[in-house]
């Protein structure tokens, strides 16, 4: 019944109707680990310096881990020669701490971005190591190809179960890991998208219709089913059949219409 009543309305209200009716019984995924970047105090590492300038180390832990170092090469003393065997249990942190101890700088991680400070220039002073891990957030905007906005769409960190849904203006706002790569976004009667993040902390998209997909979906009145799951006799009372009849509830309109009423 609701699913003729649904195909009989106009376009962008059936939408609605859809997008509210997930809206209601989504649910925001909570946040995982998966993926996320390290702390370099956790990081481990299995690496040999020998001898090895300030710049040459930076570029052997670039080499073997997923951080990247910002410095002034210029500030960088290069009669510093740093030396050490680190095996697993021993971390990136480790190898920087050391460094801080050797040299007087400091270092402070956020994400994947290492910086090294200059400020410090007395070697007995105790090093310096701070983290910083931060989530990135992404917000957009999802519409249909008509330019309508898309309420209810479900959107997904790939490889996680973080997650979220669009608001009733279709706009949406995620807690997303440093260093995710791809957004799933889905919806019913569309097709689902895979979205690289590429850097990005706005992405805008518009999914287009599947109507194979949405003509395999019933709509009943305590959630969805597949076509083929639907075992029962559902009744079906048209509009232009109830509009004229003046009721003002919905089970006087559908009396004598719909077996059983």
Do not use: W
């Given at each position: 019944?609701?699913?003729?009543?649904?195909?009989?309305?106009?376009?962008?209200?059936?939408?609605?109707?859809?997008?509210?009716?997930?809206?209601?019984?989504?649910?925001?995924?909570?946040?995982?680990?998966?993926?996320?970047?390290?702390?370099?105090?956790?990081?481990?590492?299995?690496?040999?310096?020998?001898?090895?300038?300030?710049?040459?180390?930076?570029?052997?832990?670039?080499?073997?881990?997923?951080?990247?170092?910002?410095?002034?090469?210029?500030?960088?003393?290069?009669?510093?020669?740093?030396?050490?065997?680190?095996?697993?249990?021993?971390?990136?942190?480790?190898?920087?701490?050391?460094?801080?101890?050797?040299?007087?700088?400091?270092?402070?991680?956020?994400?994947?971005?290492?910086?090294?400070?200059?400020?410090?220039?007395?070697?007995?002073?105790?090093?310096?190591?701070?983290?910083?891990?931060?989530?990135?957030?992404?917000?957009?905007?999802?519409?249909?190809?008509?330019?309508?906005?898309?309420?209810?769409?479900?959107?997904?960190?790939?490889?996680?179960?973080?997650?979220?849904?669009?608001?009733?203006?279709?706009?949406?706002?995620?807690?997303?890991?440093?260093?995710?790569?791809?957004?799933?976004?889905?919806?019913?009667?569309?097709?689902?998208?895979?979205?690289?993040?590429?850097?990005?902390?706005?992405i805008n998209i518009m999914l287009t219709s599947d109507i194979a997909q949405l003509s395999e979906i019933v709509v009943v009145g305590?959630?969805?089913?597949?076509?083929?799951?639907?075992?029962?006799?559902?009744?079906?009372?048209?509009?232009?059949?109830?509009?004229?009849?003046?009721?003002?509830?919905?089970?006087?309109?559908?009396l004598g219409k719909a077996a059983g009423v």
């Amino acid at each position: 019944m609701l699913k003729r009543f649904l195909h009989q309305t106009p376009c962008v209200f059936r939408r609605l109707l859809y997008g509210l009716f997930l809206q209601f019984f989504a649910f925001t995924f909570s946040f995982a680990s998966v993926q996320e970047t390290k702390s370099v105090r956790d990081y481990p590492l299995n690496i040999e310096f020998n001898k090895n300038t300030l710049v040459e180390t930076f570029q052997i832990i670039e080499s073997a881990t997923d951080y990247h170092f910002a410095y002034d090469r210029g500030k960088l003393d290069p009669n510093v020669k740093f030396s050490g065997k680190y095996k697993i249990p021993r971390t990136v942190g480790d190898v920087l701490l050391d460094i801080a101890k050797e040299t007087g700088l400091s270092f402070k991680q956020i994400n994947k971005n290492i910086t090294v400070i200059n400020a410090n220039k007395d070697k007995e002073s105790s090093p310096s190591l701070e983290v910083i891990i931060e989530d990135v957030i992404i917000t957009g905007k999802v519409t249909s190809e008509e330019g309508e906005a898309l309420p209810g769409v479900n959107i997904i960190v790939k490889g996680t179960n973080i997650g979220t849904v669009t608001d009733i203006d279709g706009n949406y706002s995620l807690k997303s890991p440093e260093g995710s790569t791809t957004l799933i976004f889905s919806f019913i009667g569309y097709a689902s998208q895979e979205v690289p993040v590429n850097g990005r902390s706005v992405i805008n998209i518009m999914l287009t219709s599947d109507i194979a997909q949405l003509s395999e979906i019933v709509v009943v009145g305590y959630g969805e089913m597949e076509r083929k799951d639907v075992t029962g006799s559902i009744s079906s009372v048209g509009s232009d059949e109830i509009k004229d009849l003046g009721a003002t509830r919905v089970d006087q309109a559908l009396l004598g219409k719909a077996a059983g009423v």
